[in-house]
């Protein structure tokens, strides 16, 4: 299994990546020239009724006598969450409509794009989750003052504000966390 993960916003920016391949440094080797294209992760999520390229991986590849160390990376779509049939425009519309109201509330609200099940796995990851995304946020600057930090503020709801004004300009926050931090959200 690959230990290392990068994430891209989409096919523009993975046909960058490629271009630039023989010239990038293996990140588990350094070694430059090795890397090449490998394949792809596909499957289903509420983008489309389709399976859909998920990640790719690439190869510093060890055959023919090329110097690499036989390893891999993998390259997400910066909008797609391992291990979750959802983007992560839905995860991040529920977890807001879970903060603000309730989680009951917030999967009625959603239940016509996933179950009961699926939504309730999202809300207990984003609960593990929480302290190790407040520490990613905090290294890209301070929480938010006024009234969306009162102390009286469940820190599920902090968290997400929080991550809202590190993105400010990002269509998906949540994505823009994946790409920013090279870690998925939940
Ligand atoms: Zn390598």
Do not use: Y
Request: aromatic share 8%; hydrophobic share 40%.
């Amino acid at each position: 299994m690959s230990d290392v993960r990068w994430f891209c916003r989409g096919e523009a920016e993975w046909a960058v990546i490629v271009e630039r391949l023989k010239l990038t440094p293996c990140p588990h080797c350094r070694t430059v020239g090795t890397l090449i294209r490998h394949g792809v992760l596909t499957g289903f999520d509420d983008s489309s009724a389709r399976k859909t390229v998920r990640a790719r991986r690439i190869f510093c590849s060890n055959r023919h006598r090329r110097g690499g160390c036989g390893r891999t990376v993998s390259v997400w779509f910066a909008d797609k969450i391992r291990r979750l049939s959802l983007t992560t425009r839905t995860v991040w519309t529920f977890l807001q409509r879970a903060v603000a109201g309730s989680i009951a509330a917030a999967i009625r609200a959603s239940k016509s794009s996933r179950s009961d099940r699926t939504l309730r796995r999202v809300w207990a990851r984003f609960q593990r989750n929480q302290s190790a995304i407040r520490t990613a946020l905090l290294s890209r600057g301070p929480p938010p003052h006024g009234p969306a930090a009162s102390a009286r503020r469940p820190a599920s709801a902090q968290v997400l504000t929080h991550l809202s004004v590190t993105f400010p300009h990002a269509d998906c926050p949540v994505a823009a966390f994946q790409q920013a931090t090279r870690a998925f959200f939940v």
